[in-house]
């Protein structure tokens, strides 16, 4: 198995969601896009949402080229490498370094894999990238996601400010299992998105609710009137422009993700940088 040559052993950050349908897929795809932006590091987006996963469609790709499902001989095998697994990732033109594997389509079989095919697969993934963000949705009766979560680095989870998703599936679904698990609630950090303005939402800010969860609140997202329309038409890719509102509301999430890997953020080219300084001149004479 090849080795990553610049870290060796890449981190692996998990995303989950108390709820379908709350987000999470545009969050971690979006923490990745960022990643690798800020950090010029070799950065993986593995959807191992096993029942429902529709990046391929937000990225415009009806027919992905590959998918987790080409790997399924290797990973029963255990013989999956590096090479081989980064050949079946797709590489956005718009993010360099950016690395996504594309989830099932065989929604059907989502409990057929087993817990040594995905250890293989994080093994793998974590020795050639750096960082490894890895999507699971709320889905936690199939091994992708109890293999992820144990296997984790840092563990975000995803809810919305209603509160039958932060409240009631948070207490009757996610508790239980991690404790079950043996993982400390204290491990998660939430993502609130889908914010409404408090008068719509019944005056629940992202603080109450990161209270109410027992979770440490590290990002507040409003819901994008725009997002349904962008994904439907496979532009999910403009809501990280550096100018759209969705992933400036985002990056405090990426930054303390950023602070708990250890990582900073790379130097501009100094062309940029002379630019840059031009620019700023022009504008203030």
């Not at 993934?125 to 009766?141: K, N």
């Not at 984790?152 to 404790?179: C, N, W, Y």
């Amino acid at each position: 198995m090849e080795t990553n040559h610049e870290t060796g052993f890449g981190k692996l950050l998990v995303f989950a969601g108390s709820t379908p349908n709350v987000g999470t897929t545009l969050i971690a795809f979006g923490t990745a896009v960022l990643l690798a932006k800020a950090t010029g590091k070799q950065v993986g987006y593995i959807c191992l949402n096993l029942k429902s996963s529709k990046l391929h469609r937000y990225l415009g790709a009806d027919e992905p080229f590959a998918t987790l499902d080409q790997l399924r001989a290797a990973l029963k095998s255990q013989s999956l490498g590096s090479r081989q697994l980064l050949q079946y990732c797709t590489r956005p033109k718009e993010t360099n370094g950016l690395h996504v594997l594309f989830g099932s389509m065989l929604r059907e079989q989502a409990e057929f894999y087993r817990p040594e095919d995905i250890e293989h697969l994080l093994e793998v993934a974590r020795c050639c990238l750096d960082l490894c963000v890895v999507d699971v949705s709320a889905y936690w009766d199939n091994a992708a996601t109890v293999c992820s979560m144990r296997a984790a680095d840092a563990r975000m989870l995803v809810t919305s400010g209603e509160i039958t998703h932060f409240q009631e599936d948070i207490d009757r679904g996610l508790k239980p299992i991690v404790s079950m698990l043996g993982l400390p609630l204290g491990s998660f950090e939430l993502i609130v998105n889908q914010l409404e303005p408090p008068a719509y939402a019944g005056g629940f800010k992202p603080g109450d609710i990161g209270k109410e969860c027992g979770m440490r609140v590290v990002a507040g997202i409003s819901r994008c009137p725009e997002a349904v329309r962008l994904l439907n038409h496979g532009s999910a890719m403009a809501l990280y422009d550096a100018r759209h509102p969705f992933r400036a509301q985002l990056q405090p999430a990426v930054d303390r993700l950023m602070e708990r890997c250890g990582l900073t953020k790379r130097e501009a080219p100094r062309a940029q940088l002379w630019l840059r300084r031009l620019i700023g001149a022009g504008a203030s004479s």
